[in-house]
């Protein structure tokens, strides 16, 4: 693909408060993504994949401070004000937040919710944009999409709610879509329909996606381009087919080893990383899975590892690649 990307993310870093003191949530992320493109970010829950998304979002917690460079369209968006953030959220840019029941507002009805967007970015007055909500409904397969207009997110259950925050974030037509674990909760048939759908809408409206997981096989499936995070940064990253072929830095293979597979023998246990993902303010200086890696020297401590490339587009950011090949 070439031209200018839809979303350029150059060196971000966002710092947020802590009652320990400044924290350093985000440390130098970068990509790019272009329309059409789907691109996954996975991780253990801590590593900073819901802070990235919030990032572009421009949805940061009160006394966060973001740096580096953000541009949607060529457009820088960091230091942009509320207002323009407020014209773009919704309307270009679209997020399907992990619980769709904190992410609804349980004093309105459904079909007011998916109205409102409707209303302040496309103008639509109440008949036009109840018609637009039930066409969005029924698009997302909701059944008895109608009669779910006038119903509140209690009233349905967690599939149904999540088909209605994507009928949300949809009703603009935005030019990116930011799926943050969208199937948290959802068992496992209900998992799929909603993968399925997002990438069939995705697909049929050319919309980039952007999508946010600790699933390997969400990854595999659904992305063609991935980012493996850890400690706030990007420790592996390139063509989703390339990362599973070589499994280059320590953490994905990590990763990799310890998900659940069928055929396994009764009573055998799951691969585990040794150790926790660390707060964020007490990463280590150098690299920050130094302290959970087998392979780890204490150059490993001494500065944050460089990205290196293992095959063209695909990089990872590891002293000991060299190693870690003699041992595959």
Known sequence: MTGTPLLE?????VTLQTPRGPADALRGISFALQRGQ??????????????????????????ATLAGSLRFEGRELVGLPEDDWCRLRGNRMAMVFQEPMTALNPLHTIGRQIAEPLRLHRGLDGAGARAESLRLLQRVQLPQAERRLAAYPHQLSGGQRQRVVIAIALACGPDLLI???????LDVTIQREVLDLIAGLVAEDGMALLLISHD????????QQMLVMYGGTVVESGPTSEVFRRLAHPYTRGLFAARPRLGLPRGQRLATIAGRVPELIDLPGGCGFADRCVLAIDACRSAPPAAVQVTPGHAARCIRLADLEALA
């Open 9 to 13: 993310v150059r060196d971000l870093r």
């Open 38 to 63: 789907t691109l996954g970010l996975i991780g253990e829950s801590g590593c900073g994949k819901s802070i990235t998304a919030l990032a572009l979002m421009g949805l940061l917690p009160d006394g």
């Open 179 to 185: 799926a943050d674990e969208p199937t948290t909760a």
């Open 216 to 223: 390997l096989g969400v990854m595999a499936e659904n992305v």
